[in-house]
């Protein structure tokens, strides 16, 4: 197994009036070149947890991370309009608690947080602030809801 450091958290950035089934995730990483999804886990609207990748398999999610991360996305992150919001519904906020404390409990090193956390420090003040975000993802702060 692989020495796993972060459990990053992201976003499908798909409107919350839009679904993005499994196979569609699939045919979108496959375009961009990958083999396959390239998180580890998918968690849909429904709350359902899918596992997409196998966790000895280094992922393909957070450009400099994935060697030693698990990645998990949540089915959505835009609102109706297009614009980054926590769309998160009540089941998949359980269903991600659940997760990653089950994976917190299997790798008690690991870190959890949003790919946002991984945007460069521009000012260079040991914070990466809004300003500095490459996106929004997972368009909520990760460590103060874990």
């Known amino acids: 197994m692989r020495k796993i450091t972060h459990l990053i958290i992201h976003c499908s950035a798909t409107r919350a009036d839009r679904e993005l089934p499994v196979d569609e995730l ?41 060697a030693h991360s698990i990645g998990i996305c949540y089915e959505g992150g835009l609102d109706a309009r297009g614009n980054p919001a926590d769309t998160r519904t009540p089941a998949q906020r359980s269903a991600l608690r659940l997760l990653a404390a089950q994976l917190l409990k299997q790798f008690p090193d690991a870190r959890l947080c949003g790919h946002r956390d991984f945007s460069p420090d521009q000012n ?23």
Do not use: M
């Open 26 to 66: 699939e045919a979108i990483h496959r375009r961009r070149g990958f083999r396959g999804i390239g998180y580890h886990y998918y968690v849909r609207k429904d709350g359902t947890v899918l596992g997409t990748r196998s966790l000895e398999i280094t992922g393909a999610h957070c450009r400099g991370q994935n």
């Open 124 to 146: 260079g003040n040991g914070e990466i602030e809004p300003e500095e975000w490459i996106k929004q993802c997972p368009c909520f702060d990760v460590s103060r809801e874990f």
